[in-house]
Structures are given as C-alpha cells and as structure tokens.
C-alpha cells in the first residue's frame, strides 16, 4: 500500500493551472521534497513537454520509486535522494525548481540551504515555484493557518510558517525576483520567482 496524501489530491489541479502557464517554455523541473509521489506523477503526465526530476530524503525514496515505476509516464524520472543542507546537489542547468509543503517541514537553516541550492541548480530566466502556508508581515492569513503553526511548532520548535519577506529576501540574494503570489486553497500560497 504506498503512502496518500488528501492534501495532494486536493490541490493538484489548482497547481497544475500555475505550472502549465508558468512552465510552458521550460523543458526540466527539480521537485524538491517530492513525498508520496503524487505530484510528481500529476504534474509529469500532463505535462509531458516536461523532464520532470523527483527528489527526497533517502527513507522516503523507496515508497516514491515504487509509485514512480507504477504510475509515472516517460518524463518522470527515477527519484534522487536529495538533503537540502548538502552544498553538492546533483543537478545544474534546471530551467524550474518546484517544492511544495516543505519550507514550514525544514528548520530555518535548512531553508537558507534550500535557497542557496536553487541558486545554484537554476538556469538564468529560470523559475522557482514554491506551495505552501505563509505569514506576512509576521501575520497570519487565517486563524487555521496559526492553528497549524502551533502544532508544527510543538512537534518540532525549529519547523514553523514562515514568513514571506524572509523567503523572499532569501531567494533575492540569489538572483531571484517575485513574478507572481497566488492565493491557493486552503489558506496556501504559490509563490513564483525567477531569475
């Protein structure tokens, strides 16, 4: 039995809207955290002009590998196993970075590896595309969202919600300018960058 996520299956077709004006010119995607696959495996199959690259931390590569071989159409890749805080990614010359739900999972350095990764792997006039929860000017955008930074925050004090300015200056300091913030289902963003 491979690992479900309801949240994927929900918000697959509002990414999906995103991706395909975002990525229309784009020919590689580096999916960080890629989890259960689902996305992965999406997104691949409807958009085949796209070499889809999965990745994730080494104990979840075998349940994503199983649902990759299973379901995957020609352009997705095998998964790579991928650390973010490791400065010696396996990728360059990526045209689009895609994470979703992962910076409010990773500890504060963490994200700042994940910035200076994708600074390192994305090609000039490449995008960044990152989904998820965020605050802005250190505010919560609804009270669920405060619910579930509580509850990130009490499982593990170093995850969290970040806030919007600190991610952006992050990916600023890599070249990187804000081309669109979408407002995504369930009190979620989708936030384009691009080189």
Same mark, same amino acid.
């Given at each position: 039995?491979?690992?479900?996520?309801? +949240?994927? *299956?929900?918000?697959? *077709?509002?990414?999906?809207?995103?991706? @395909?004006?975002? /990525?229309?010119?784009?020919?590689?995607? /580096? *999916?960080?955290?890629?989890?259960?696959?689902?996305? +992965?495996? $999406?997104?691949?199959?409807? =958009?085949? $002009? /796209?070499?889809?690259?999965?990745?994730?931390?080494?104990?979840?590569?075998?349940?994503?590998?199983?649902?990759?071989?299973?379901?995957?159409?020609?352009?997705?890749?095998?998964?790579?196993?991928?650390?973010?805080? $490791?400065?010696? %990614?396996?990728?360059?010359?990526?045209?689009?970075?895609?994470?979703?739900?992962? /910076?409010?999972?990773?500890?504060?350095?963490? !994200?700042?590896?994940?910035?200076?990764?994708?600074? @390192?792997? =994305?090609?000039? &006039?490449?995008?960044? =595309? !990152?989904?998820?929860? #965020?605050?802005?000017? &250190?505010? #919560?955008?609804?009270?669920?969202? +405060?619910?579930?930074?509580?509850?990130?925050?009490?499982?593990?004090?170093?995850?969290?919600? @970040?806030?919007? *300015?600190? !991610?952006?200056?992050?990916?600023?300091?890599?070249?990187?300018?804000?081309?669109?913030?979408? +407002?995504?289902?369930?009190?979620?963003?989708?936030?384009? %960058?691009? @080189?």
């Amino acid at each position: 039995m491979l690992p479900h996520s309801e +949240a994927c *299956e929900r918000n697959k *077709e509002p990414i999906l809207a995103i991706l @395909r004006a975002a /990525l229309s010119e784009a020919t590689s995607v /580096l *999916e960080i955290g890629s989890g259960t696959g689902q996305h +992965a495996v $999406h997104f691949a199959r409807r =958009l085949p $002009h /796209l070499d889809w690259q999965p990745t994730d931390r080494g104990e979840y590569l075998p349940s994503l590998a199983t649902r990759i071989a299973l379901e995957g159409p020609p352009n997705l890749r095998s998964p790579v196993e991928l650390d973010v805080n $490791h400065a010696g %990614w396996p990728f360059a010359g990526m045209d689009a970075v895609f994470s979703a739900n992962t /910076l409010h999972i990773l500890s504060w350095p963490s !994200v700042e590896a994940f910035f200076a990764g994708v600074g @390192r792997v =994305l090609v000039p &006039g490449g995008r960044l =595309l !990152v989904y998820g929860p #965020f605050r802005y000017g &250190g505010a #919560f955008t609804t009270g669920s969202n +405060a619910a579930f930074d509580a509850d990130l925050r009490a499982r593990d004090p170093a995850s969290g919600v @970040r806030d919007f *300015e600190a !991610v952006d200056a992050l990916a600023r300091a890599q070249g990187l300018s804000l081309e669109a913030d979408h +407002a995504m289902p369930a009190n979620n963003q989708l936030l384009l %960058w691009r @080189r």
